[in-house]
């Protein structure tokens, strides 16, 4: 390398910014300024050089002038995309015509005198400047150049601002903020936990919390009665574009408090941080409150998008012992006949019908039939051969449909009816432009079942977390008829997503241990998994319940994407691998060993049988 070819040395010191790149406007003309910041854009026309100066904060035009800056002029002309530089000179006003209306600093720009190249910059994989589809991969890959994309900025920024409202809010309310440990003890909360092996203790591990649930109700029983932290929270379970490992919730405890008091916080709060981050509407005030049958009844789901209609409707009086075999046996079992009513796609083809189809039998059912109501008064349906078309058409009417609309049947058990129209009753209000996208719609979830069936053992598991007491008039059901059983679980779900779930908790240490019974635990497994809470509670454990909220999936929403990696400084991927870092990856041999661990070569054969 000669000697003009290589890079001039970094001075140790260089000069520090006086303003940011997004800070300068009119009233700044005439100051001698230096800016710190990447380039954004270049644009050389010999003796003058234009450079869009970038920073977290905004953009300033800077020009470099070589018969005014010859020396900075040539340290620029060397500059390219994404380079960082520091740059000094006066601030002044735009040549008439030439404003920028689209910057905030758009009215000025700085005349350079000094340009230092503070670090140069390979090719970027991607283009940084424009606000493009990449894939992600690379963009994960390459996660801090992503990072530097506006709209990604802003993204994270919101997310920012909401943690810094969630904070002041509850500060200026008497709540303690306090930490609770990241390394604890397996308990059976749903989902799998992710383990950390013991060096100190072999054949040991420490489990990361799905959320710092026993700490919070340990923390009321010491008498800190109001109690808040951002906490991480790391669940093994499978991902999505709105689940993610690891997340960080809003974690809330109160003692001495019922549900109402938890309602009426967390409904102020969020109204507050709407009000102050989003221009986007509310679509109800007060939140409407909604119980979980309901829930299921009109919408198939319990976190129910209600930014449109389409709700689930019963058809079976009119459908049923009418001789068609799917829905008489589906009503003689117990089950249901219902149907989802679209609007204005009576003319939809049979490809198009089978694709609706598609979506219910995913969810779990055995098939849809469908009446049409056809623009020019005639009815086509698979149900014809057992319907005349008067009880067609009357079948249809009384499920709300009118002329051009295709009514959806599916009969089943209540959860696959639920759970099939429920995901085609989404689907619609998709395809259908129904939903109004500048919305947000709240709803509270209220009155869960304290129990619910669990599919594998066929026994009674937790219905939310077995932390929960049960509802004021289910105490004694809890020991006679547990499965009539109702609890004090309360969910606030927004646009369709879960975002933050809670309860008052069973606070008595007979009335948790007897949940854990309930749930199929031997004495010996309750003492062993809970007996830490259970002695607890019998040194004076006052009235307490609490709330969790995903302040990902909140940040999510108000800046209108739907992939919670985009509010996410360093995600991974949807196989939950960091293809920035390279995790998971292998340990050595000997950390191996430290641990007492042996990690078994899945390409190895079984042990061939006896």
Known sequence: MTSAERPAPLRATWPQRTHTCGELRLAHAGQAVTLNGWVHRRRDQGGLIFIDLRDRYGITQIVINRDEAPEAHEAASRARSEY??????????????????????????????AVTVLAESKAPPFEITAETNVDESVRLRHRYLDLRRRRLRELIELRHKVVREMREYLWARDFLELETPTL???????????????????????ALPQSPQQMKQLIMVAGLDRYFQLARCYRDEDLRADRVFEHTQLDIEMAFVEREDLLELIESLYLHIVGKLSSQDLAEVPFPRISHAEAIRRFGTDKPDVRFALELVDVAPDVSGRGFRAFDDAVADGGQVKAVVAP???????????????IVQEAGAAGMATIALNDNGSIRSPLARFF?????????????????????????????VAEALGALR???????????PNQLAFVWIIDFPLFEIDEESGGFTFSHNPFCSPADDSFELLYTDPGRALSKQYDLICNGHEIGGGSIRAHRAKDLRRIYQVMGYSDAEIDDSIGHMLDAFTYGAPPHGGIAMGVDRLAMLLGGTENLRDVTVFPKNQAGFDLMLGAPGPLALEQLDELHLMVRDEQEESPAEE
Do not use: K, W
């Open 84 to 113: 960082v530089l520091s740059v000094s000179g006066a601030v002044r006003t735009r040549p008439d015509g030439t404003a920028n209306p689209d910057l905030a600093t758009g009215d000025v720009e700085l005349g350079v005198q």
């Open 184 to 206: 604890v003890r397996s308990t059976p909360e749903g989902s799998r936990d992710f383990v950390v092996p013991s060096r100190l203790h072999p054949g040991n591990f420490y």
């Open 344 to 358: 204005g796609i009576a003319g939809y083809s049979r490809r198009e019908v089978s694709a609706l189809q598609d």
């Open 388 to 416: 005349g078309e008067d009880a067609l058409r009357e079948a249809a009417r009384n499920a709300g449909a009118n002329q051009g609309d295709l009514v959806c049947i599916v009969a089943g058990s209540a959860p696959v």
């Open 426 to 436: 989404l689907h619609l209000g998709r395809a259908l432009d129904l939903i109004e």
